[in-house]
């Protein structure tokens, strides 16, 4: 039980921490000339998010451990900072360009598009596995997958430049 409640307490620091980063980030981005786009589907995902955190407080706070889910969960932590590292000043969870800006291709960013989606997608669906909640796992990798295909498209449709900005 002490350790599931450790586990979700680390999480939850940890995407706080995440949160002060990207607001740091975008601010410095914004007044770099950065745009915005996508931003009227950003509260879908912060209510996805912090619903999924909610509900593994609820429901795994006192389940015992899958050590071996949790160990994929600590290596997924470690390609998520291989993720925000390669990005540098650039990570953020929102959506901002920023003109004449090229886009990263070190890191993961070399085999993939979009590897911090592919990252969060696998963390939803493992997290809950290492308390044994299957059908909590299924679910919001369902809901999450529905979210990143809004956020993909808007995405991709900023990076190539025909993404309407938003204030």
Same mark, same amino acid.
């Given at each position: ?6 586990? /979700? ?11 002060v980063?990207?607001?740091r980030?975008?601010t410095?981005?914004?007044a770099?000339?950065g745009?915005?786009t ?5 509260? /879908? ?9 909610i ?6 706070w006192?389940q ?7 160990g994929?969960f600590?290596l997924?932590? /470690?390609?998520r900072i ?12 929102r959506i901002i360009?920023?003109p004449?800006?090229t886009?990263?291709r ?18 939803i669906?493992?997290?809950p596995?290492a308390f ?18 809004i ?11 025909t993404?309407t900005?938003?204030?």
């Open positions: 039980m002490i350790a599931s409640i450790v586990i /979700l307490v680390l999480v939850t620091v940890q995407r706080l921490g995440e949160l980063l990207a607001r980030n975008t410095r981005l914004l770099n000339g745009l915005e996508g931003a009227g589907h950003y509260p /879908l995902i912060v209510g996805l998010h912090a619903a999924w955190l509900g593994l407080f609820v429901l795994a006192d015992p451990v899958n050590w071996i889910w949790m994929v600590v997924l932590q /470690l390609a291989w993720v925000i590292a390669s990005l540098g000043g650039r990570w953020t969870t360009t920023v004449g800006e886009l990263v070190r890191g993961p960013y070399r085999f993939l598009s979009h590897p911090n989606y592919v990252v969060v997608a696998l963390e669906g493992v997290l596995l044994d909640l299957v059908a909590y796992a299924v679910v919001f990798s369902i809901l999450n997958a529905a979210v990143l295909t956020r993909i498209r808007a995405e991709s449709r900023a990076l190539a430049g993404g900005p938003e204030v």
